[in-house]
Every structure is written in structure tokens, then in C-alpha cells.
């Protein structure tokens, strides 16, 4: 448009060189005039059409950075709400657990206040007594009321004790019962029957687990286990506290379900599963 306005001017010195008019002349400057205004307009538009050009390009590159942190936004909150969504399930298994776990110590109290219960006039009459030690349920019978000294056989005294205990034996199902056998220190005469006092609480828990087995308690529940003098109540070192180590205890034992769970060690890389606290092994 530059070059068309200067040939303008120069057609507008040729006519005037040749001779033509004054009106003519200045019909010609004003023209050159009005281009010259559309010149300044057409640049004012084209300079105002290269700064909205220039800040699209920038507009654009922006959106094009936030929708970049934006994908890497969505992606981390996926992540996030998947990890949250894990968290829930594992928190909703260990309280289903822990459900698992109440009701099964809520059942078991229940049948040891029962039992309890059941027992109490042999408690009172000192036949018997029944305390918690580590957990489990310990039926507690003095030897000198089934037993006479040094000896396995039942006495008619301890086969009456034996038949009301397997009575309220019998009604607990799916439980096992070890019957253990506890001696004194003082070692037995040679010469007898019985080797040592290992040999004696041997075969006085096992005669004690056939006469259960005998009186409607299931022998396949049933277990015996001679502990001689190593594992006494009280120390040997008066004649009462010997008395009290001479018994013959029945342990309830733990239900499968009250066990740990110990599939991982099958599989050491795998990861453990929870599960309740080991039950400690029965004091006798």
C-alpha cells in the first residue's frame, strides 16, 4: 500500500508537470490523503491483530501446562484413592477379625462361667477348684482324693469326683482336655511298681483320661501327660505346699479358631496374616 500511495504522488507530479488543473491537483492530495489514513488503520489493525495473536500463542501454552499438571494431578489422586481404598478393605478385614476374636472370647467366658457354675458345690466341698492360668480353663483335683500315696489306681472317692467332672465334660463340644499329672519331690521307695515320679503322674493321668473316656466325655478329646515334680505349684519345701503339688490337672485346650494363624511359615516370603496372640502354654 506503501509503494501504491508513493506512485500516486509521483502520477500527481507528472499531471501537474503536464500541465493539468488546480481542482484536479487537489482532488489528488486529498485522495492520497484518505489512503494515507487507511494506511495508519490498516497498520493499527494489523500491530493490535499480532498482539492477539501473540497472547493466544501464550494463552495456549499455559492451558497446555495445566492440562499437563492437571493429568499428573488426576493420576495422583487416582493413586491416592486406590491406596485408600486398600487402607479401607485391610481396615475392614482386621475389624471383622477382631469381631471374629470377641465373640469367640465372649463364648468361651461363657462356658467357663457355666462350668464354673456347675462345679461350684465340688468347690465348696473342696473336691475341686477352678482358676485361669494363662488363659486357659484348670480343673484342679487334689492327688490324695483320687489316688492313695504312690499308687495310679482310682479310689471309689476319686471315680464319684471323676463321674460329676465328666458329667459337665461331656456337654462341651469340640474342645480338647489333657489331662496332666503333678507330683511332690520326694522320690518314690525302690523296688515298687513305678520307676520314678514321672512314671507315677504318667499313668495317674492316663487311668483319669480312660475313666472320662469311659463316662461319656469323647475320647478323641482327650489326652494325658505326666509332668512328675518339674512343674510345681508352690516349692517344695513344706509339707502343705508338697500337698498342693500332688494333682492332677484338667486343661481345657484352645479351639483351632483361638489359634495363631501359621500358614506363612509353610511360605516364608509370604506376608503374615493377623491374627490373635498366641495362647502361652498351660502352667501346670
Known sequence: MTRGLVGLSVAVM?????????????????????????????????????????????????????????????????????????ALTEAQQR??????????????????RNMVAQFQSMISAGQLRVRTVRGR??????????????????????????????????????????????????????????SDNWDLSAARALNVVRFLATNNVAAVHLGGAGYGEFQPALPNDTDVNRAQNRRVEIILMPNIEELPDLSSLDNPSAPATPAPSPAPAPAH
Request: aromatic letters at 4%; one cysteine or more; glycine letters at 10%.
Open 14 to 86: 507528472l499531471v501537474l508537470g503536464c500541465g493539468h488543473g488546480e481542482a484536479e491537483w487537489q482532488g489528488k492530495l486529498r485522495e492520497i490523503s484518505t489512503l494515507q489514513g487507511q494506511l495508519r488503520d490498516l497498520t493499527g489493525e494489523r500491530d493490535h491483530l499480532r498482539e492477539q495473536f501473540e497472547g493466544m500463542q501464550a494463552s495456549n501454552t499455559t492451558m497446555a501446562r495445566r492440562l499437563e499438571e492437571l493429568g499428573q494431578n488426576v493420576s495422583q489422586l487416582q493413586a491416592q484413592g486406590q491406596q485408600q481404598a486398600t
Open 95 to 112: 475389624e471383622a477379625e477382631l469381631r471374629r476374636r470377641q465373640q469367640l472370647a465372649e463364648a468361651r467366658l461363657s462356658t467357663y
Open 137 to 194: 480353663m484348670v480343673i484342679e483335683m487334689p492327688a490324695g482324693i483320687l489316688f492313695d500315696s504312690g499308687r495310679a489306681e482310682l479310689r471309689s472317692e476319686g471315680q464319684q469326683v471323676l463321674r460329676q467332672v465328666a458329667a459337665v465334660l461331656s456337654q462341651i463340644r469340640e474342645r480338647d482336655f489333657l489331662v496332666a499329672g503333678h507330683t511332690d519331690n520326694v522320690q518314690l521307695g525302690r523296688g515298687g511298681r513305678f
